[in-house]
């Protein structure tokens, strides 16, 4: 499968939803702009696009499913998280183009392509950064004394599917991200939902928590979800008609509470999905067979083997008729 | 042409270039991260990449030319300024594939998916943001006084060829900018040369620049430039054997001391080339019998005709042997 080429129709992208934010009596800076070019006065009083976000668009010539996947990121990330992986192989988004789907790949709300606005005069806060300590325990490749500066004296899980040596390539994708945006980021998905109609939502983390968010609220552009790792479960589920999956990887520790509570938040959802009448199934890696994931197996060593697990599930549930009330 | 599909071996991205920073002594804060979850402590003091561009790798299944173009945006922009029109036409990627270009398309530091760095700590000062108003006098969409809050009300130069009813969708796109980071860029662009070997460089604006500066100080890792109204041209030429193309659209007003230093200052650039015995091309476009366009020629309602004579350049000049010593 790895060297199928595949026939695309178009590549485009677009920046959807957002509005305008106008921002006053900021003082009129002088800066060299350019160098070699004489200082020029700066104004950055004015009107700035805020709250949109970046979709990458890729048509097949002769998609073989209807609707096509939207791959969404997940916090501190941006849509480049689907197009390789760090050590060098092919992402999920290639594969799902292989596969048949047509592919839609998000950047959220300032994050990468989507741009971001100036703080205080527009967001409320500075942005939070994530070290490459803090990424190596919360996703899961090792140990907090694990982490060492020198990429040869680290101790991963043992069993890791993360691509360790790999881990300071992978640390370049990371962008800063603000808390308290959620509401623009789905704003923001809701306008692509709109403009592009149903769609199958494969979500990582935050971004899978967004897709969980978008089937319950606007169930009409939905026809199935896919989270992985979610984190920021609605608290209350409705009969949405849209099949849900779940997928846990693998090193959860036991005295780790922030991963605790993500995964009773979730188990807690998908379990009143299943009692209002949805399908909501769980996909937990090590019992399936694929021990060793960290909390990115869309870039651990075995992601093929479980972009063909999301794929068989994708084939099996969507899309499928839908009950309830369009709400979008 | 617009139709033609186009058979695809790879698609993937990479981040390249650039060193890690290590910051320290920020207080710890605690804030909450995932609606719906427990605020939680957060320690930004660690090891961050910084620095580091990011690239989309578009391989033919069965390229026409040898060489790759490395589409090179200008700054304020991202990648995306490639992929599509505002007004929702093919981006010149597609042309280019569909050309039988192999296509990398970057976005240097600190813009989109290749991310930025907390400032004062690393980067030292904030960046620059691009007002929409002042993006519509600079980038030669209409006069100062044109420009209204309303779209309906704006007033465009007589014969724009951008596509002035999407102006407020193509702002969309603007992400802020850290002038004084041209050696930033350069050396990531550098490492990105260094990995895929020899280019094909067209570089719009900042970028048209640092592709001229490129291939005075790597002429063995590029086979051709063609830079579309470039700013930031070296100060000194240098026989590089590399063939150069200058583009220049239309809408340049006398009194501009902004524009007119910067054609002056790329003329001379030019000049100096072909006194060194370099190939150094310029197409006007009003000259060559396309009008009115904007600073931004491959989102006007003509790109694909510019497009066109772009292409026709580099297959008429690239590759071409090379004179001089290979310097990266």
New interface residues.
């Given amino acids: 499968m790895s060297?199928t080429?595949?026939?695309?129709?178009?590549?485009?992208?677009?920046?959807l939803g957002?509005g305008?934010a106008v921002?006053q009596s900021l003082p009129v800076?002088t800066?060299?702009?350019?160098?070699?070019?004489?200082p020029?006065s700066?104004?950055?009083?004015?009107?700035?696009?805020v709250g949109?976000l970046?979709v990458?668009e890729?048509r097949l010539?002769a998609p073989r499913h209807a609707l096509p996947v939207l791959l969404m990121h997940g916090?501190g990330m941006?849509?480049?998280q689907w197009?390789?992986t760090p050590d060098?192989r092919?992402?999920w988004?290639?594969r799902f183009?292989q596969a048949g789907f047509d592919v839609l790949v998000a950047?959220a709300p300032e994050r990468?392509?989507a741009?971001?606005?100036?703080f205080p005069q527009v967001y409320a806060e500075p942005p939070?950064?994530r070290?490459?300590?803090?990424a190596w325990t919360l996703f899961r490749i090792g140990p907090r004394d694990g982490y060492a500066?020198a990429p040869a004296a680290r101790r991963a899980y043992p069993g890791q599917q993360f691509p360790v040596p790999a881990f300071?390539?992978f640390?370049?994708?990371?962008?800063?991200r603000w808390?308290?945006h959620?509401d623009m980021a789905l704003s923001a998905y809701r306008a692509l939902l709109a403009q592009f109609g149903p769609c199958l939502l494969v979500g990582h983390s935050?971004g899978g928590?967004y897709a969980a968010r978008l089937a319950r609220d606007c169930p009409r552009h939905v026809r199935a979800v896919a989270a992985i790792e979610p984190?920021?479960?609605p608290?209350q589920a409705a009969p949405t008609g849209v099949p849900h999956l779940l997928a846990w990887g693998d090193h959860f520790l036991p005295e780790d509470a922030?991963w605790a509570?993500?995964r009773r938040?979730t188990d807690r959802y998908w379990a009143a999905l299943r009692q209002a009448g949805d399908t909501a199934d769980t996909l937990d890696l090590p019992a399936a067979g694929l021990p060793g994931n960290s909390h990115f197996c869309m870039l651990d060593r075995n992601s093929d083997q479980v972009a063909d697990r999301l794929i068989a599930w994708l084939d099996a549930h969507a899309p499928l008729p839908r009950r309830g009330e369009p709400r979008c």
Same sequence: chains 1, 2.
């Avoid at 741009?115 to 100036?118: D, G, I, L, N, V």
């Fill in positions: 060297d080429p595949v026939l695309l129709a178009r590549i485009r992208s677009h920046h957002g305008q921002v800076q800066r060299r702009m350019v160098d070699n070019a004489s020029r700066v104004d950055m009083n004015g009107t700035y696009a949109q970046y990458q890729y010539h916090g941006t849509g480049a197009e390789a060098g092919d992402g988004l290639w183009l950047d990468g392509r741009s971001w606005a100036m939070v950064f070290t490459q300590e803090e500066a300071d390539a640390a370049r994708q990371f962008v800063p808390p308290g959620d935050q928590g984190t920021g479960m608290t922030v509570g993500y938040e």
